[in-house]
């Protein structure tokens, strides 16, 4: 079964940082783009980072020069480094990846990792 799987999220002061992790496992042949979207409360899902298979990435405005996303891909993981947090960063982590599984490719996302930026 093929899933993704966060970890890192926590509660940080603001100023602080946090590192997030995303592993993809189960049998993938390739995994294209990756990504970390947020949802605070009541407010729609927004993308955060994204990064490609050959490591361009992209960045919302809110977080560009704070947070930087990369990857690792001999082991299928993608990473957030959230730096300088403030408590508008407060929400629910996701991870996304496209992944090609057998002969066709497939969106996932990972169960969510809540991070909590206190003032």
């Known amino acids: 079964q093929v899933q993704l799987v966060e970890s890192g999220g926590g509660l940080v002061q603001a100023g602080g940082s946090l590192r997030l992790s995303c592993a993809a496992s189960?049998?993938?042949?390739?995994?294209?783009?990756m990504g970390w979207y947020r949802q605070a409360p009541g407010k729609q899902r927004e993308l955060v980072a994204a990064i490609t298979s050959g490591g361009s990435t992209n960045y919302a405005d809110s977080v560009k020069g704070r947070f930087t996303i990369s990857r690792d891909n001999s082991k299928n993981t993608a990473y957030l480094q959230m730096n300088s947090l403030k408590p508008e960063d407060t929400a629910v982590y996701y991870c996304?990846?496209?992944?090609?599984?057998?002969?066709?490719?497939?969106?996932?996302w990972g169960q969510g990792t809540q991070v909590t930026v206190s003032s």
């Open positions: 996304t990846a496209n992944m090609r599984i057998m002969s066709r490719s497939y969106d996932y």
């Open positions: 189960g049998i993938i042949f390739s995994i294209n783009d």
